[in-house]
């Protein structure tokens, strides 16, 4: 099971909005609704942002939001501020033998 | 305070064993799984096995075939994650997680990660 395809970075200014592709195939993003995205900070543990395509936490702000069409799912992080400045991986299930496959992960720089 | 703790850092040289421990606390007592992933420094996150914390079933990645084994402690809920004999490669961090029994669930709640250096 290979990794998810995930821009190595992107980059936007203050008050932006920037979306993440998170390319898989019809073995997991294709048919599964669970994809979630996770924020990590540098030497920080993962943090949940996103679960089942486009379900929030709570306590999650509402300027991160997620899609899927076909086999690519998105991050949407709208009006960037500073704090959003941190690394962001997908993570798909690919079924009862491999629950989670991650992305390779994105670099975001506001 | 809900948490999963970690030992911050194991230093061991190379064809040592390790065990490392991730003990759970403060979210309740419905049915939950624990889980390890894997981060390479400068990479990015591997998932690498899953196990139900009342320990009747589990999961391994295909991307660690017998590197490593999963167990947890019913009694104190505490999962653990062993080597044999540890590589160099094998440096990294370590997080534990934690995620509901339903099938597709995310992690939901992360240790801090234990930092394990196998170097000579």
């Known amino acids: 099971q290979s990794a998810l395809t995930q821009p190595r970075s992107v980059s936007g200014s203050p008050g932006q909005s920037v979306t993440i592709p998170c390319t898989g195939t019809s073995r997991d993003v294709g048919t599964y609704k669970f994809v979630s995205w996770y924020q990590q900070h540098p030497g920080k543990a993962p943090k949940l942002i996103i679960y089942d395509v486009n379900t929030r936490p709570s306590g999650v702000s509402d300027r991160f939001s997620g899609s899927k069409s076909g086999n690519t799912a998105s991050l949407t992080i709208s009006g960037l501020q500073a704090e959003d400045e941190a690394d962001y991986y997908c993570?798909?299930?690919?079924?009862?033998?491999?629950?989670?496959?991650f992305g390779t992960g994105t670099t975001v720089t506001v | 305070e809900a948490q999963l703790v970690q030992p911050s850092v194991e230093v061991k040289k190379p064809g040592e064993s390790l065990r490392i421990s991730c003990r759970e606390s403060g979210y309740g007592l419905s049915p939950f799984w624990f889980g390890w992933v894997r981060q390479v420094p400068g990479r990015g996150l591997e998932w690498m096995a899953l196990?139900?914390?009342?320990?009747?079933?589990?999961r391994y990645s295909p991307s660690f075939p017998g590197r490593v084994t999963m167990s947890v402690d019913v009694s104190t809920r505490t999962a653990y994650l062993q080597w044999s004999s540890l590589e160099t490669s094998d440096t990294a961090v370590y997080f534990c997680a934690r995620r509901p029994s339903v099938t597709g669930s995310p992690f939901g709640a992360w240790g801090q990660g234990t930092l394990v250096s196998v170097s000579s």
């Open positions: 196990m139900s914390a009342d320990s009747s079933d589990s």
């Open positions: 993570c798909s299930y690919a079924g009862t033998q491999t629950p989670y496959v």
